[in-house]
């Protein structure tokens, strides 16, 4: 999970429009969310991805689902209010199903930044906060299938990989010549944009590259060696900004 922005709210939902809604969905038990004016600006605002477990929302097999944070079954008036509306995977939003949010809270990533309350340790998420303790259940953040192998597996590609970009900066080292030194950039940045807030898994991503002590020994060299420019910089301050706790 990573701090989202929420876009402005779509300019068909005035007022007397939410009231219209509301009625029909409670009359008519009518999905007055499930609009494109509505899912397409959710879906932008979390760079397509689900906005608690950071899955590919796009793909065909996932597609989004509107969240309501406060739940549609005790909350009525507010299935169509902007700032009550999350995009969601169909397996956190059923996971999360009716939870009462106000009696019990969770994250909105859209008002809490999350690196605050949670933590990662063996590609499971930890809660630093009760806030943090009780989203992990409520959405299922370590459901070990979907989400604690998919971390894992992420981790072992991004350790191959590091691997692989100290061989380039050996080469490099050893021949001085421009494609060896554009390979290792290249790899590099291929990391660090898999580490971006647009990117599947970022928070995760982030955290495991960029607390792993030989990419760190890497970048440093690079930098040393002038093997480094400003879309590099740009990408390492991005992904550093998404680094959860690792505790
Ligand atoms: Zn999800």
Not at 19 to 45: A, C, H, M, Y
Not at 166 to 184: A, D, F, M, P, V
Not at 187 to 210: D, M, N, R
């Amino acid at each position: 999970m990573i701090k989202l922005s929420r876009a402005p709210k779509p300019d068909f939902l005035t007022d007397d429009k939410i009231d219209e809604l509301v009625e029909e969905f409670k009359n008519n038990g009518t999905s007055v969310w499930n609009t494109e004016s509505i899912k397409t600006p959710l879906l932008n605002s979390s760079h397509g991805k689900c906005s608690y477990c950071e899955c590919d929302l796009t793909e065909e097999s996932k597609y989004m689902e509107v969240e309501h944070f406060e739940d549609k079954k005790h909350n009525p008036e507010k299935v169509v209010i902007w700032e009550n509306l999350l995009p969601s995977c169909k397996k956190c939003n059923g996971a999360k199903s009716t939870h009462d949010v106000i009696a019990e809270p969770i994250l909105n990533p859209y008002i809490q930044d999350p690196k605050e309350h949670l933590a990662i340790r063996m590609f499971r998420m930890r809660g630093l906060t009760q806030l943090g303790k009780d989203s992990i259940d409520v959405v299922g953040l370590n459901n070990q299938e979907r989400l604690v192998l998919k971390r894992f597996e992420i981790g072992s590609q991004i350790a191959d990989s590091i691997e692989i970009a100290w061989e380039r900066y050996s080469i490099y080292k050893s021949n001085g010549r421009t494609q060896s030194r554009n390979r290792l950039i290249n790899l590099v940045e291929g990391i660090l944009l898999e580490s971006q807030p647009k990117a599947i898994y970022a928070a995760t991503t982030a955290t495991v590259a960029l607390t792993d002590a030989s990419f760190s020994e890497l970048l440093g060299a690079m930098k040393n060696e002038d093997i480094w420019n400003d879309n590099l910089e740009e990408l390492l301050g991005n992904a550093q900004a998404l680094i959860l706790q690792c505790a």
